[in-house]
C-alpha cells in the first residue's frame, strides 16, 4: 500500500528569500533612523549656531568697560523665557474668558521657575501694570509678580508677593538686593493688581491702585515681563505698559494651550539639555583688546556636541 503524506512547511528558497527581506528592511529601518538622526542634527547645529551668534554680537555691542574677564560664565546680556507658559481658558479670568498660565515644577538655580518676556522694547521710564493670581496647589514659599530693567535672568527688577509680604528687588549678578518689603498677606485665588511707575531715578510701587512706596536711586532700563518663582502656579492678565504710548495684552484673543505668538520667541531654555558659555579674556595678554567666545553644547547619541564662535573687540 502506497502512503501519501501531505506536509506543509517552509522550502530553503523560501527561509532565504524571507532572510533577504528582513535583511532589507533592517537596512532601510537603519537608514532612516541615520537620516533622522542626521536631520536631528543639523536642526541642533542651527540652533547653536544662532544661539551663539546672538550671544557674540550681543556682548560685541556692549560698552567696553562691560566686558569684564570672565571663563565658561552663563551667558550674559541676552534675556530669555523660561519655564511651562500657555494661554488657558479660565473662570477667573479678569476680563474675558482667557488668563497667561504658569505652571509649576521648573527652576532656575535663581529660585526662577518661570519668567516670560513681553513683547516690547527695552525702556525705563515707564507705567508697567498686571494682575496677578497664585493658585491654590502652589507650594510652600511661592512668589508671583512682575519684571523690569530686564538684562538677562541675573540682571533685572521685579516686584513680587509671597503669602506674607510685598518685595521690590534688584537682581545684579545673580545676587537679589531688597529695595522695598511691605510685610501683607496675599491669599491663593485671589487677583492683585500690580504697578510700578519707573523712571531713571526711581520707581513707585502701587497695589489694587495704592501707593505703597517710592524707591529712589539710579534705575536701569531693560526688558519688562511676568515672573514666578519657587514653583509657583500663577495666572496673569490685563497687562499694559504706558511709555511713549500704551500697549496692553489680555490674552483673550490668543489661542488657548500655547504661549501668544506675540510673545514666543526662541531661546536658549527652549532647547533642551543645552548650555551656553561666554569667555572673555584679554587677548595676547593685553588688557585693551577682548577676545569674547560663546560656545554653544548639547546632548546628542553620538555625544556632546558644541558650536564655538569668537570675536575680537578693541577698547580704541
Known sequence: MRK?????????????????????????????????????????????????????????????????????????????????????????????????????GDSLPNSISGLALAPFSQTAAMTYEASVRAVSDSPAGWRAGMTFGIIDHNNYYRLSFSSTNLLLEQIASGTAT??????????????????????????????????????????????????????????????????????????DSDAAGLPPDSWSRFGLYDFSGAIGKLTIADYGGDPDIKQITARMEWPEFQGTRNVTLTTLKSKY
Do not use: C
Not at 528582513?22 to 537603519?30: D, E, H, K, Q
Open 4 to 104: 501519501i503524506f501531505n506536509q506543509s512547511g517552509t522550502s530553503l528558497i523560501e527561509v532565504t528569500a524571507a532572510i533577504g527581506i528582513a535583511g532589507i528592511m533592517v537596512m532601510i529601518v537603519g537608514a532612516v533612523s541615520v537620516l533622522i538622526a542626521m536631520d536631528r542634527g543639523t536642526k541642533y547645529r542651527s540652533w547653536a549656531a544662532s544661539l551663539a551668534q546672538e550671544e557674540l554680537e550681543t556682548a560685541f555691542n556692549q560698552p567696553f568697560a562691560n566686558l569684564t574677564n570672565r571663563a565658561n560664565a552663563d551667558f550674559a546680556w541676552v534675556p530669555y523665557n523660561y519655564g511651562s507658559w500657555q494661554v488657558l481658558t479660565s473662570a477667573s479670568a479678569l476680563s474675558g474668558a482667557k488668563v497667561y498660565e504658569l505652571k509649576n
Open 178 to 251: 531688597t529695595l522695598y518689603t511691605l510685610s501683607q498677606s496675599f491669599s491663593a485665588n485671589t487677583w492683585y493688581a500690580l504697578k510700578v511707575i519707573a523712571t531713571s531715578a526711581s520707581i513707585q510701587v502701587w497695589v489694587d491702585g495704592l501707593l505703597k512706596n517710592t524707591y529712589n536711586g539710579t534705575i536701569l532700563g531693560g526688558e519688562i515681563g511676568l515672573i514666578g518663582l519657587n514653583g509657583v502656579h500663577a495666572y496673569f492678565d490685563d497687562a499694559s505698559i504706558t511709555a511713549s504710548g500704551t500697549t496692553s495684552w489680555n490674552f
